[in-house]
């Protein structure tokens, strides 16, 4: 995959335990922003954040109809 990052964020909560990091991962979105740019964010349950824009190579982004029961 031959991606051009566009912008990278990450917001690590730190408590007042002192505990650091991601902890578990709570949920994620997969976006197009424009039709050259994609933007993948994750928030995980600390309350901490993982944001990326890239440039599309070839990616493609579809809905899945299979239907969990």
Request: hydrophobic share 40%; aromatic share 8%.
């Amino acid at each position: 995959m031959n991606n051009q990052i566009k912008r990278l964020i990450t917001d690590v909560v730190i408590e007042e335990s002192g505990h650091r990091g991601m902890d578990d991962w709570g949920y994620d979105e997969l976006l197009m922003m424009d039709e050259k740019t994609i933007s993948h964010e994750i928030l995980f349950a600390s309350g901490s954040t993982f944001l990326i824009h890239f440039i599309d190579h070839g990616i493609s982004v579809r809905k899945d109809s299979t239907q969990w029961g």
